[in-house]
C-alpha cells in the first residue's frame, strides 16, 4: 500500500505563491508516477501537473503552465509543487495522487490508484 499525505495549502493573496507537498509512504518503485489534481466547487476534478519518479516525465494542465512547477526529491519519497502568479480561480482543493506504474498520458484520474485526502488552497483577489 501507499500512503499519501498533502500539506502546505492556505490562503494566499492573488499573484502570491504556495508550495504544496506530499510525502509519500510505503512502497515506491521507480516507476511511479505522482501527479497533482485539483477540483473546485462545482467543477469537476482537474488534472494539474504530473511527475515520473524519476523526474524524466512531466505534465502540465495548459491553464498552469508556465506557472506552477512540480518536483520531486526521491531520498524524501516527495513530490512538490510550486504555484507561483496564483490567481483566484486556482481556488481548490488539491490532491496528490500516485501509481506504480509509467503513464503515457497522465491527465487522467482513473489512472491512478492512490490518492491523499487533499490540501486547500484558497486565494484571495
Known amino acids: 500500500q501507499v500512503r499519501l499525505v498533502e500539506s502546505g495549502g492556505g490562503l494566499v493573496q492573488a499573484g502570491g505563491s504556495l508550495r504544496l507537498s506530499c510525502a509519500a509512504s510505503g512502497r515506491t518503485f521507480s516507476d511511479s508516477t505522482m501527479a497533482w489534481f485539483r477540483q473546485a466547487p462545482g467543477k469537476e476534478r482537474e488534472f494539474v501537473a504530473a511527475i515520473s519518479w524519476d523526474g524524466g516525465k512531466i505534465d502540465y494542465e495548459d491553464s498552469v503552465k508556465g506557472r506552477f512547477d512540480i518536483s520531486r526529491d526521491n531520498a524524501k519519497n516527495t513530490v512538490y509543487l510550486q504555484m507561483n502568479f496564483l490567481k483566484p480561480e486556482d481556488t481548490a482543493v488539491y490532491y496528490c495522487?500516485?501509481?506504480?506504474?509509467?503513464?503515457?498520458?497522465?491527465?487522467?484520474?482513473?489512472?491512478?490508484?492512490?490518492w491523499g485526502q487533499g490540501t486547500q488552497v484558497t486565494v484571495s483577489s
Open positions: 495522487a500516485a501509481v506504480h506504474r509509467m503513464l503515457r498520458y497522465p491527465s487522467f484520474s482513473d489512472e491512478y490508484d492512490y
